[in-house]
């Protein structure tokens, strides 16, 4: 999985840097336009076309054959019945497809929200780094401790949860850029990539241990760690605004796609 995870951030990576000079929502819709008609054009490769412009067809001489018999029940229930047939042969045609698209759209919006989704850390303002321990790590070796690089403040000492097997740290960045958070566990350390200041950036989440889990928290490869479950640090939510108003970034990008795919699709030859 993180060969994957790699792949697909490298992409995302190139494309940002093509739209930096963009605002972010303009960035992120032209990715949302290009990947609407992408996953419009894997739609008609994977669909057999010519079954569906004819279901479609038979959708709509259902639809006018309603209308122009709606004073003759028998007529009237004969065409809803050859309506909804054609309906489910439909969706029967657009199911295999739509499984197509199901996989890489979802990791596409996983990724996506290292970008449009977490803002790099307010400088001057404290933030939380959280690490979850597993059920190997053995509480009595003390509590891990956090190296804070050039630029980071530790406020105060770690808090312990004994029910969640959490240890917490308020951090105080004071310098933008990129960081490595370094925790030592005994005899090994394991680390974590903090952003803090600056412009809309690549802003990795939760850091897990390497399984499937990384799938749902990619960006930093995975922890090669026994003791350490997780590392998260709680940014904030990045503000995009269309006209003042505050939009949220995956409604957005689904709307825009969604529009885009619609509009490009007789462009593409593509019945839907």
Known sequence: MELINW????????AHVILSFLPPLAGLTCLASAVGAGMVWIFGKASDQGRMTEV???IQAGMLELRLFVDEPLVSLQAQRSLLAANLRYLAIALRPALWMTIPAGLLLIHLAAFYERAPLPLGEP???????????DDTGGTPELIAPQGVTILG??????????????????FPGSRQLEFRLGRGSV???????????YVPGRIVRAGWGSIFSPGEGALHSDVVEWIE????DIELRFLGV????????????????LILRRRLGVVI
């Not at 939380?128 to 597993?134: H, P």
């Open 157 to 174: 000492p770690p808090v312990r949860v004994t029910a969640t097997r959490e240890v917490s740290w308020r951090i105080l960045p004071t």
């Open 56 to 58: 479609k067809r038979r």
């Open 246 to 261: 505050r939009v949220n970034w995956l409604v957005w990008f689904l709307v825009v796609s969604m529009g885009a795919g």
């Open 191 to 201: 680390s974590k990539l903090l952003e803090a200041g600056g412009l809309q950036r």
């Open 233 to 236: 640090i709680r940014y904030p």
């Open 7 to 14: 792949c697909i951030d490298s992409v995302l990576l190139m």
């Open 127 to 137: 933030a939380v780094v959280t690490m979850r321990m597993s059920e190997a790590w």
